[in-house]
């Protein structure tokens, strides 16, 4: 008799069937796609004894086979949570989790980081768990990237790896509204700016589905470097604040702050260079600090800390560097899914730069990116679904150097090379500005494929 029935054979999904099954649960899974592949994830299910059917779209009737016994429902991060379906689900007393629901169910006697934040936080999650590593402490991260939550609670309770100390989740705005018992025992929020307003309709709704994560945190931590999150500050009662620019961001002072002479340091002493983390830019700053703030708290000394940090490699596609064509240094920053987060990368980089954009255009305010496109570009190549309409926004912010449209990123790539060493480029810098749904499944497959692109030229293999 099935009661709980999850929707969508992606990564989150199949995790979530998977655990649920593992748990006692009687489960079906639906998806409403067809093809090669989801019939090769789907029979990797049904092996499992999981009822799997495909070419069913989300409507009450692929529920009904069920529905007299359904009790829950068990959505993937890619459905809106008012979905005209989910409600009338509701509406039948079904009630309704996204997947970190369910793995949080399984894994909350685990400490939990939660970090959330338009952009910065899957730099923050790799480096916090990173620290914790070095300093002796379990702490696997996953969520909205790597490990699903639900296979980490599977692995879990196979008993195949030991309890871990702490667990450190990236956690996207999709997934904390599907999820709104999670009470992580830290939270931290990097930043926030306009992003998937097309899902949430709205900065005010979007910037309340973060909030409630950290109103649910036992201890939260801000970056009062971020200007949205300075204007809340007065609404909140307590957390920790830290800062990269200014020991008083406001007027209101930081409980952790980089002084004039670059250290690290806290309201009664210096604890270490903030140049123990390598990576470049001023949003990298913010990101130790943010890191430096949770490790303290969960009880690491400045020495441990700044160790750890001193040890790390940076994130693949995250300005990643990829060494030189020419004598042109490139960087992979797929990540850079919006415009915030691309001029955050242009910031970092040294001019003249050769900028890579292109994909699926996102909402949002780009005057800030076309802004660091007149400081640091010296010509930018456009590629994907949203080129022309890149095109025309850089052109009518009167970018003065060359604009140039290919049909996709091989094309793109020739010509960035070209044009970086027609022009002297100090850097090469893939940064989309846009989603890669366009042409890609996800980012990190973007990025593979940047790193592919660059690895051939490299070799003269062009």
Request: with cysteine; glycine share 10%.
């Amino acid at each position: 008799m099935i009661q709980t029935v999850v929707v969508g054979l992606g990564r989150s999904g199949i995790g979530a069937a998977r655990l649920l099954q593992a748990s006692g649960h009687s489960i079906a899974v639906i998806d409403s796609g067809l093809g090669e592949l989801l019939e090769t994830k789907a029979e990797g299910l049904r092996r499992q004894g999981i009822d799997v059917r495909l070419q069913a779209p989300l409507a009450i009737d692929s529920f009904r086979p069920w529905l007299d016994n359904l009790q829950r429902v068990v959505i993937s991060p890619g459905i809106p949570w008012d979905h005209p379906t989910i409600k009338q689900l509701r509406q039948h007393g079904i009630a309704v989790d996204g997947e970190m629901a369910v793995a949080w169910d399984a894994l909350k006697h685990i400490p939990w980081v939660g970090i959330t934040g338009t952009n910065g936080k899957t730099t923050v999650t790799h480096l916090l768990s990173h620290v914790l590593y070095e300093a002796g402490l379990a702490a696997p991260m996953g969520g909205n990237m790597g490990v699903s939550a639900a296979d980490m609670a599977l692995t879990l309770q196979q008993g195949s790896t030991p309890s871990p100390d702490w667990l450190v989740m990236e956690l996207s705005s999709y997934q904390i509204e599907a999820a709104d018992r999670i009470r992580p025992r830290i939270g931290i929020w990097t930043t926030l700016t306009p992003d998937h307003l097309e899902r949430h309709g709205s900065v005010d709704a979007y910037r309340a589905i973060k909030r409630g994560l950290l109103e649910r945190s036992d201890h939260a931590i801000f970056n009062a470097g971020d200007p949205d999150l300075r204007q809340q500050r007065q609404s909140w009662t307590g957390g920790t604040w830290v800062s990269a620019e200014s020991a008083q961001p406001d007027g209101h002072p930081a409980d952790l702050w980089i002084d004039a002479e670059g250290w690290v340091r806290d309201r009664k002493q210096r604890l270490f260079p903030a140049e123990a983390l390598a990576m470049p830019g001023a949003h990298n700053r913010q990101n130790l600090l943010l890191v430096t703030a949770a490790a303290r708290q969960i009880g690491l000394s400045p020495a441990s800390i700044e160790a750890g940090l001193r040890s790390f490699r940076g994130v693949a596609h995250r300005l990643e560097p990829l060494g030189c064509v020419g004598g042109t240094q490139v960087f992979n920053d797929s990540k850079a899914t919006n415009y915030d987060a691309a001029a955050m990368g242009l910031r970092a980089m040294q001019g003249p730069v050769v900028v890579l954009a292109g994909g699926s255009i996102k909402q949002g305010d780009a005057s800030d990116w076309l802004n660091e496109l007149h400081r640091k570009a010296c010509a930018v190549v456009l590629f994907g679904a949203g080129a022309e309409e890149l095109q025309g926004l850089i052109a009518t912010a009167g970018f003065p150097g060359p604009l140039t449209l290919c049909k996709d990123l091989p094309a793109a790539v020739d010509h960035a090379v070209q044009s970086a060493d027609a022009l002297g480029a100090s850097n090469l810098l893939l940064s989309p500005a846009c989603a890669s749904f366009d042409q890609y499944r996800d980012f990190e497959a973007r990025g593979d494929h940047f790193k592919q692109l660059i690895q051939q030229v490299q070799s003269g293999a062009n």
